[in-house]
Each structure stands twice: as structure tokens, then as C-alpha cells.
């Protein structure tokens, strides 16, 4: 089992049993839940018990500890909440440990410190990167469905649709979007189908947010106006100085291990999403607005990661790499 005691050896996983209470709890009870100071660490002696965590109403099982196994030691070494729910699955014994007995233990052991404070930095550069919606390393094949507002839910698709300005004239604003995108400053566009409403970011501003209407972005004056030509792969190494930039200020040796190393390894690997996966992305955009049991209400696509981000009239959420895209689309046509 992956756990922050996995390099220590047998002898000194016995050092930290020996400071443990033998305590027990009927099946179904919980031990701890997410978001409680984490006060205990816990060996299973018999029984079993459960570790989830809930991520938009969705229950998720991250892992089962048996006898023999252990949990709760994270939270408790970090001194922070909880991050997990535990619940025995059956009645379960333990022997537990209290914080203030371990911090004690570590003070004057300091071998046994040192193991764990390597194995946390690891540990905690993975859970930055899972811990993300959307992970910094990307290229995964994505899809992370987050739901609305029950009472939306239920009353979205009993509700007629209308043509919108944007669907009026989606076949001419496609060729412009991945003309923005491919072609010219412009490294995030966020559609809105139903207001009309075209947000994005640009190499001139990067950081900011512009928003313009839809129909001024049919006249070519207008767009030559606001985003000047650029080559595809100049624009990737432009976003790729600026990484550079901010990778190199001062702030980034002053930030935890975990978090440096995580991000000093994004920025050195970072790649654009390749030209080719986003005009496929774009060209769907039609069918995306009339999939039956989705009405698509904006849709994000950038340059940056390979995440298309969905919003939908029921006030859910779909997030999704090219794949997942294809695949949505493929699902639900």
C-alpha cells in the first residue's frame, strides 16, 4: 500500500505501533471525515475501512486498508485537515495514535523524520498535479463531468430551444475561430451559443480577459484590427517565454519543493496543443450545439492544455481532452 511509512523499515513502523490505543468501531461508522483535524493516525488490526473522497456529488473510493495496513498519517505528520472520509466496512479494530505522540516520537528520532519529510515532498508534487481539475501534465485522455443545479436538471430539456446569433451564423464564426486561434494572437476563445458573447486572451494582453460580440467578429476589418497575424509555432514559443519568465523571477526558490519541482517540470515539457486536434475541436462546434439531451450553453478551447471546457443549460459542466471530446460527441449523437 502507497502510503507516507512505505520507506521506513519494519523496526520503525513498530516504534510508532507502540505509541497506539487499542480502540474498535462497528461497521458503517465513520473514523474521520473530510475536512476534520486530523488529531490520529490509525493501523488496522482487524477489519476493514474505507477511504473516499466526494467530488461533485460523486462518492469515490481512493482506497480500502485491511489489517495490517495503516492510514491517516498524511494529515497528521502535515498538521492539516483531513482530505478523505474513512468509514469501517465491517467492525473494525485499530490501534491509534495521537498527533502529539508522533511529533514527539519524530523529535527525537530524527532518521525516521527525515524519511518522511522526503516521501511527503513526493507525495505532495503528485497530489498538486491530481488535485487539479485539470492536471498541469495534460495529455491524458480527459473527462471530468461536474453536475448543476438539481432543479435545472430536470427542467433544461423541457424547455425549447431558440436560434441564437451564433447559430445563425456558426458555419462562418468556425472559420474564425480556429482563424484566431491558428493563425492569429488570440490563445483562448470562450463561445457563448446563447448571448452571443465571444471571451478571450490574447499574446498582447495574456493575462486579461477581452470580451466582443459575436457578429463584430465576422467583418475582417475588425478582427484585423484587434488580432494581428502570427505564426502557430511563433505564438507557442512566445507562451513559452513567458513561462520562462515567470519560472525564472525570484518567487519560484522561495516556493515548497513540491511546487517548484511540479511546475519547473511543466514549464520545461510545456507544448501546444497541436494545430491539427484544435481545427478538428472547432470544426465540431456545430454538432456539439445540437447533441438532443445536451444544450450546450458556452464552450472554452485554448492553445495552453488539451481541455475543452463545456457549460450546459442544466448548470453542469463537462471537461474533456481532444479524446474525450470525440468521444462525448460519438456517445451522445
Known amino acids: 500500500m502507497s502510503s507516507v511509512f512505505q520507506n521506513l523499515l519494519a523496526g520503525e513502523i513498530e516504534k510508532i505501533r507502540r505509541l497506539g490505543i487499542r480502540v474498535g468501531l462497528e461497521a458503517n461508522a465513520h473514523v474521520f471525515q473530510e475536512g476534520d483535524e486530523a488529531d490520529y493516525l490509525y493501523f488496522v488490526d482487524d477489519g476493514q475501512v474505507s477511504l473516499y ?14 489489517a495490517g495496513d495503516w492510514f491517516g498519517e498524511m494529515a497528521v505528520y502535515s498538521g492539516g485537515r483531513r482530505t478523505a472520509s474513512a468509514v469501517a466496512v465491517e467492525d473494525t479494530s485499530f490501534l491509534r495514535v495521537s498527533k502529539t505522540d508522533f511529533h514527539r516520537m519524530l523529535g527525537s528520532e530524527p532518521e525516521i523524520e527525515r524519511k518522511l519529510r522526503e516521501i511527503i515532498d513526493n507525495r505532495n508534487e503528485k497530489l498538486v498535479l491530481e488535485e487539479k481539475m485539470v492536471s498541469l501534465d495534460g495529455g491524458r485522455d480527459m473527462h471530468i463531468g461536474i453536475k448543476g443545479d438539481p432543479s435545472l436538471r430536470e427542467s433544461a430539456m423541457e424547455r425549447p430551444r431558440y436560434e441564437s446569433i451564433v447559430d445563425r451564423f456558426l458555419p462562418q464564426l468556425v472559420e474564425r475561430f480556429e482563424d484566431m486561434l491558428l493563425n492569429r494572437t488570440v490563445h483562448r476563445i470562450q463561445i457563448g451559443f446563447n448571448n452571443g458573447e465571444i471571451r478571450l486572451s490574447t499574446l498582447l494582453d495574456p493575462f486579461a480577459e477581452e470580451f466582443h460580440p459575436a457578429l463584430r467578429l465576422l467583418d ?13 509555432q511563433r505564438k507557442a514559443r512566445i507562451i513559452r517565454n513567458i513561462y520562462k519568465t515567470v519560472s525564472e523571477d525570484g518567487l519560484f526558490p522561495e516556493l515548497p519543493r513540491h511546487l517548484l519541482h511540479g511546475f519547473n517540470e511543466y514549464f520545461g515539457k510545456w507544448e501546444a496543443v497541436p494545430p491539427e486536434s484544435l481545427a478538428k475541436t472547432i470544426a465540431q462546434l456545430p454538432v456539439l450545439r445540437s447533441i438532443p439531451n445536451f444544450y450546450v450553453r458556452s464552450c472554452t478551447i485554448n492553445i495552453l492544455k488539451d481541455a475543452i471546457h463545456m457549460q450546459f443549460n442544466c448548470d453542469g459542466t463537462h471537461i474533456v481532452s481532444a479524446r474525450g471530446y470525440e468521444r462525448f460527441l460519438e456517445e451522445n449523437i
Request: aromatic share 14%.
Open 220 to 232: 475582417a476589418s475588425y478582427v484585423e484590427r484587434h488580432f494581428p497575424r502570427v505564426d502557430y
Open 53 to 66: 473522497i466526494e467530488k461533485f456529488n460523486t462518492k469515490i473510493e481512493i482506497q480500502k486498508a485491511v
